[in-house]
């Protein structure tokens, strides 16, 4: 398994200079989130992931052990996760007036970033606890959140989200898990979980569930569904554990990857519960969590694209192979270091554009959590419909772009890679359920051509391109960037059309949309990754201006933004291509005719 090192050089250059998050924090009173205190705080973040999570990686791998209903976890993981709490790291965005350290969110998401990075099955115990604790902030009574928002933040307990069930996934209007009304006010919750992440475990004392389940009354389908908080543990009125609830765990999922997290089977026996929020708008409610989710697991695209690229990046400088096409360009050496192939730079410059383009990405995302959380004026309401857009572009493209680059890094160690000392292909398993849990990579489109596009008849499209209009405009004719401003230009033209001509087709056939969804949101992503990289590249020309005293990053900064250009957004064209084609093609082989 690769030694992770954080990328601090590269977060300071998204932070500082890309994104100006200085002004970005003084515009929301945050007065601690300095350069300097962010910088120290990223560091401390960056020396954990790489000296205690990194090293547990490759023993998490060996699973979790299951006895008797309890999880133990894999050695080292308990005590990482106690030292994650002594040094304060689950509190670091919460409130102050909930125990918290009152920094923004998108601090701590690059925290996110570099423990997943380091260990993504451990990252995920801490990690879902962000979801419920914002839950519970946003729609929990003032007595749910009395009681469990503070033992939440300090990490005391963990949270999990329960919504699959075996006969139904994504499809939550098959939902059958039923709440009955109690006496006290409390329900009796029955049924049963699956593919529960972090839903048993010994980390901590107690696990607050949240939990979807049907009332006696409620409608069929989603709009029957309603939001429960279900502990592990029951408490009193002081919050202080008292006896077990009836959630059983029966089993925990042999899996592919991701074997240091606990995927567990839940079963709710008459558990006791306590609605959240409104009757039979659960879902409403459980979006909150949903989008915390999804923008974490576009986090693990980046994570996971960053592992794998410092593995291969180490791998390729030396590991010797054959000599380069235009002669030895190590002559003392046996061959040459295979860093020096074109094709392995091909590789190595995906692994470098992806995870630097994404995390340009997600912390621009980041910053729009920050407005939607803290701003008191028209901003927020701005960053949240450019969050729901640009959203599930960013769970799915950087995700499936992630199966690309895990998967190169097998490549570029060849053999190695495909065995177990090297971690390459522990990689390739953790990162393979990013396309699918928090909904697939289909969902996530249909999500963004059918309930955000066409359902504004484009208007949010047009609303996210004014938005980054100030990031493209003003480089139109700047000599330097026309190798970058050009392509993307036409790209961002050709958004506009693919998206007019698909709303006119999806009024004649609705199964337009989904025959399209998939290759529209790819090259929407390979669209907006290509602002970053247009910005990206006028930093760096400027910083080189300027006389900068690290002419190599910058150099390397614009090397990459041109291999984007000339290497990645081509494959757009192809997705307009294919995005264009009749749905028909998709369509029009009778289903018993596949093979025969």
């Known amino acids: 398994m690769p030694s992770y090192q954080a990328p601090l050089r590269d977060m300071q250059f998204v932070l500082w200079q890309l994104l100006q998050a200085e002004q970005h924090y003084q515009s929301l009173n945050f007065s601690d989130a300095s350069p300097e205190m962010v910088d120290a705080i990223l560091a401390e973040a960056g020396r954990f992931a790489s000296e205690v999570l990194s090293p547990i990686n ?24 106690q030292q994650w709490v002594e040094m304060g790291w689950p509190s670091l965005a919460a409130p102050t007036e909930l125990g918290g350290q009152g920094m923004p969110e998108s601090i701590a998401h690059l925290v996110s970033e570099m423990a997943g990075g380091a260990n ?33 933040i300090s990490g005391q307990w963990t949270g999990t989200m329960c919504l699959t069930e075996p006969h139904c996934g994504s499809d939550l209007g098959l939902l059958r898990t039923k709440a009955e009304p109690q006496a006290d006010g409390s329900f009796a919750i029955t049924g049963s979980k699956i ?12 696990i607050v569930h949240i939990v979807l389940a049907r009332l006696p009354d409620a409608p069929k389908g989603t709009k029957g569904i309603s939001l429960f908080v279900v502990p592990k543990m029951l408490i009193d009125e002081q919050g202080q554990i008292k006896a077990a609830n009836q959630v059983r765990c029966g089993s925990i999922e042999h899996k592919m990857g991701i074997h240091g997290n606990a995927t567990a089977v839940l079963n709710f026996d008459g558990a006791k519960g306590w609605l959240i929020g409104p009757p039979n708008k659960g879902l409403n409610c459980m979006f909150t969590f949903m989008n915390f989710a999804r923008i974490g697991t576009a986090i693990q695209g980046v994570a996971a694209t960053e592992l794998s690229f410092q593995g291969s990046l180490a791998y390729a400088k030396e590991r010797l192979a054959m000599r380069s096409l235009k002669g030895a360009q190590f002559p003392k050496l046996a061959a040459d ?23 340009a990405l997600l912390a ?49 160690h060849g053999g190695h890679g495909y065995v177990k000392d090297y971690g390459m292909e522990q990689i390739v398993r953790d990162t393979r359920i990013s396309t699918i849990y928090e909904g697939t990579t289909a969902i996530q489109s249909l999500d963004l051509l059918g309930r955000k596009v066409l359902a504004s008849q484009g208007r949010l499209l047009q609303q996210v391109l004014q938005h980054f209009a100030p990031w493209v405009e003003p480089y139109q004719d700047d000599y330097l960037l026309q190798e970058f401003y050009q392509p993307l230009s036409k790209t961002l033209q050709a958004w506009q059309g693919l998206t007019q001509s698909l709303m006119m087709r999806a009024m004649m056939d609705k199964d337009e949309v989904g025959g399209a969804a998939v290759d529209y949101l790819m090259y929407s992503g390979y669209a907006l990754l290509s602002i970053f990289w247009l910005r990206t590249a006028a930093l760096s020309y400027q910083a080189l201006a300027d006389g900068s005293a690290e002419p190599g990053f910058y150099e390397a900064k614009i090397k990459t933004a041109r ?12 997705h307009a291509k294919a995005l264009q084609s009749p749905v028909d093609t998709l369509t029009s082989l009778d289903a018993d005719w596949f093979r025969f």
């Open 58 to 81: 490759a023993e998490g791998d060996k699973g979790c052990r299951f006895e008797e209903g309890q999880v133990f976890t894999p050695a080292g993981f308990k005590e990482a996760y």
């Open 120 to 152: 993504w099955a451990w990252a995920m115990y801490p990690g879902l606890s962000h979801g419920a604790i914002n839950t519970l902030e946003q729609h929990g009574s003032e007595e749910q959140q009395r009681l469990y928002l503070q033992p939440l």
């Open 195 to 206: 593919y529960i992440s972090a839903g048993e475990h010994d980390l901590t004392e107690n």
């Open 337 to 359: 270091p295979i860093i020096v192939h074109p094709d392995v730079r091909r590789m190595l410059f995906t692994q470098k554009a992806v995870a630097e383009g994404g995390r």
């Open 364 to 412: 621009w995302a980041s910053q729009q959590v920050d407005l939607v959380r803290y701003a008191k004026d028209g901003r927020a309401k701005e960053a949240d419909q450019l969050l729901g857009f640009v959203t599930p572009i960013a769970k799915a493209f950087l995700t499936e772009l992630a199966l690309e680059t895990t998967n190169y890094g097998v490549q570029i």
């Open 563 to 574: 291999f984007w250009f000339q290497r990645m957004l081509p494959r757009a064209q192809m």
